[in-house]
């Protein structure tokens, strides 16, 4: 019996300091039902009376030797495995980022493209405010009080005098009356008008507005510049055509067409088989504007031209649902 104890002892101290040996194993090899241990236990009634008080003894000293050791064991390999996992998972906060994969707004893309194309024909950028004075918006410009555009369907008034700017074209007023001629400016931004959202319509969008005023300009300039500005947008096959229009702040008034890009005129799916585009509202500014803005009409005359951000956006992603634009679906955006 003390020789198998012996032995038994030797043998489980080298098992339990053997580290690739499963704690749980050991438990089971010494302590389980058909343990090793166990077995050694239940042997013990073999014993003469007299030398089993020793024996047991003997026994229950190993039992707890194993018993610590294992769960010395497990808590060790616990540890272990923990310090593995924290390492594992470590987040290095002074690493550098994953490139990022930030893009322009289809919007903003389109707006800095016409900005380029300006600029480099010697505009300058002009801003104004939102929230306008019903004068800038209308009076300024030659709107009569019983104009449609004046409707509340179509503006949001604040006030009888302040309401949200339903076009850029205040900001003519503004430069014109801050800066003496020769003026070229366009003015990028906000406008608002009570439209009920749908795919071409939203009560917020973006329009450019543009502004020539100097000795002796033509509708001819006029013509030049939208042709350049055509060109630099949709390719130098583009061509233009005037249509004839009227808008109150501008005589003569034209609607202006590009050349479809897409089929280059013959008629396609883009230009829904017109073969032209519309694409901005134009016109020599009207001599009373000019005079509400104190330039004198007898020596200088100028043009002026407003379009839509929203809808050279479109044409130019190819996007037909104008909601697209305003829903930051990062699915939809990380595709520009
Ligand atoms: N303001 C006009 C509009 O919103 C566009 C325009 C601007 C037309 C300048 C002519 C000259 O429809």
Redesign the pocket.
């Known amino acids: 019996m003390k020789e198998k104890l012996e032995q038994m002892r030797a043998e489980a101290l080298a098992a339990l300091s053997d580290r690739g040996l499963d704690p749980e194993t050991l438990r089971i090899r010494y302590l389980g039902k058909k343990g090793e241990l166990t077995a050694l236990l239940r042997s013990m009634g073999e014993l003469p009376p007299e030398e089993r008080p020793a024996a047991g003894q003997a026994v229950n000293a190993l039992r707890v030797m194993i018993e610590e050791g294992i769960e010395k064991a497990k808590k060790e390999r616990a540890a272990a495995s923990l310090e593995k996992k924290l390492s594992a998972e470590k987040i290095d906060v002074t690493l550098p980022a994953p490139a990022a994969s930030g893009a322009l707004h289809p919007l903003t893309a389109v707006q800095r493209e016409l900005e380029d194309i300006f600029c480099g024909m010697g505009f300058e950028v002009a801003e104004g405010p939102e929230v306008e004075y019903d004068y800038y918006n209308f009076v300024a410009l030659n709107i009569p009080e019983d104009h449609p555009a004046r409707d509340t369907q179509d503006t949001f008034y604040i006030t009888d005098k302040i309401l949200l700017r339903?076009?850029?074209?205040p900001v003519?007023v503004r430069t014109m009356e801050k800066k003496k001629p020769p003026i070229r400016m366009i003015s990028p931004g906000r406008?608002y008008r009570s439209d009920a959202v749908d795919a071409t319509h939203s009560p917020l969008f973006h329009?450019l507005?543009?502004l020539v005023v100097d000795r002796g300009v033509t509708m001819g300039d006029l013509k030049g510049t939208l042709e350049i500005f055509a060109k630099q947008l949709f390719g130098e096959d583009t061509r233009i055509r005037f249509r004839p229009h009227h808008?109150p702040?501008?005589e003569p008034?034209a609607e202006v067409d590009a050349s479809c890009f897409a089929c280059g005129g013959k008629g396609c799916r883009v230009c829904k088989g017109e073969g032209w585009i519309e694409i901005?509202?134009?016109?020599m500014v009207h001599p009373f504007v000019l005079s509400n803005c104190g330039i004198d009409t007898d020596v200088y005359s100028g043009f002026?031209?407003?379009?839509g951000v929203e809808r050279i956006a479109m044409l130019r992603y190819k996007i037909d649902d104008m909601r697209l634009l305003y829903e930051n679906d990062v699915r939809f955006l990380s595709q520009f």
């Open positions: 339903s076009q850029t074209s003519q406008v329009q507005e543009g808008f702040f501008t008034s901005l509202g134009a016109g002026a031209f407003g379009l």
